[in-house]
C-alpha cells in the first residue's frame, strides 16, 4: 500500500486516485490475498446454507471481510441468524438491525429471499467475481482509511453515493454521517437527537436529488476535504523525504540537492469506485 501519511488529504486524494489501480493490482499479488481468494473459489460452491458458511471458516472470513464485517466475524450467532431472517416481515433479525452492511450481505448471499426464489448460484463466475472484486476494493479502501481518515471518508462516500435514496441510509452509515454532517457544516451536536430530527436538519441543508450530478459530488468533496483537514489536521510522517532533508540540514549533514520528476497526477473526484 502506497503511504500517503502526512499529506493533506486533498493531495493524499490524488494520489490514491492516480495509483488505485497499480495498488490493487499489487493487493490481488499478496500471497495472503491470493490464498484466501483461492480457497473461497473453491468452496463458496459446494455451500447451501448459512450454516455450512459459517462452518467454514475460511471462507466465511473471505465473505465478511468483503463486506466490511471483520468486526463481527466472531459472532456467528447473530450471522447466521441474521442470514436466514425473513427479509419481508418487520420483526425478523435483519429488519431489526440498523448497520446497512448486514442487509448488503443478506441481499448478496440470498439464502432467504423477498420472493422466496432461490438466491445467486455460487458456483457462477460473476457471482465469484463480485465478491472477490468487493473483497480487494474494501481492503483498499479500509487501508487508506488507516492512514488517512478524511481519504477513506471519501472513498466510502463514493462507494456508497449512488444508492443513496434516503437520510436514514445516511445515517445508518458513520462514515456518510460524518461526511455529510462536516460538508453541510452542521454541528456535533445534532448526534443527540432522535433520528427522525436529525433526518429533518440534514434534509434543510440539502437535496440528495443533487448527489447524480458528478458536479456536486466534487464540491461535496472539496468541502469536507477541507474543512476536515482544518479541524483534524493531518500530521507530518516522520518518513516523509521533506522532513528527512530537513533534519539532516539541521544536524550539520551536507545537503545534496535532487529533483524529482512526478508525472502529473490527473484528478476528477467524480470517478466512482463501485
Not at 172 to 189: D, M, R, V
Not at 215 to 240: C, H, M
Amino acid at each position: 500500500m502506497i503511504s500517503i501519511s502526512g499529506l493533506n488529504s486533498p493531495t493524499a486524494l490524488r494520489l490514491i486516485d492516480a495509483t488505485r489501480d497499480k495498488q490493487l493490482v499489487v493487493m490481488r499479488n499478496e500471497p495472503a490475498n491470493q490464498r484466501a481468494e483461492a480457497a473461497f473459489r473453491e468452496r463458496i460452491g459446494q455451500i447451501t446454507s448459512a450454516k455450512e458458511l459459517i462452518e467454514d471458516f475460511e471462507v466465511y472470513s473471505f465473505v465478511m471481510r468483503a463486506f466490511d464485517l471483520e468486526d463481527q466475524i466472531f459472532g456467528k450467532g447473530l450471522i447466521r441468524k441474521m442470514l436466514e431472517s425473513d427479509p419481508v416481515a418487520p420483526e425478523s433479525l435483519l429488519n431489526r438491525l440498523t448497520d446497512t452492511r448486514f442487509r448488503e450481505m443478506h441481499l448478496a448471499l440470498g439464502f432467504t429471499t423477498e420472493s422466496g426464489t432461490q438466491g445467486p448460484d455460487f458456483n457462477s463466475a460473476a457471482f465469484q467475481d463480485a465478491i472477490v472484486d468487493r473483497f480487494y476494493n474494501r481492503s483498499f479502501i479500509n487501508q487508506t482509511d488507516d492512514q488517512n481518515e478524511t481519504v477513506g471518508t471519501v472513498l466510502e462516500f463514493r462507494e456508497k453515493v449512488a444508492g443513496i435514496d434516503s437520510w436514514f441510509e445516511v445515517l445508518a452509515n458513520e462514515k456518510l454521517t460524518n461526511f455529510f454532517k462536516t460538508a453541510l457544516g452542521l454541528p456535533e451536536q445534532i448526534a443527540t437527537l432522535d433520528l427522525d430530527k436529525q433526518r429533518d436538519l440534514f434534509q434543510a441543508k440539502f437535496d440528495l436529488a443533487k448527489l447524480s450530478d458528478p458536479a456536486e459530488q466534487d464540491r461535496l468533496i472539496s468541502k469536507y476535504t477541507a474543512i476536515s483537514d482544518v479541524t483534524n489536521p493531518q500530521g507530518f510522517s516522520t518518513s516523509s523525504a521533506a522532513l528527512s532533508i530537513l533534519q539532516s540540514a539541521r544536524f550539520g549533514a551536507q545537503f545534496v540537492p535532487i529533483t524529482l520528476d512526478i508525472a502529473t497526477v490527473n484528478f476528477s473526484a467524480s470517478r466512482l469506485y463501485r
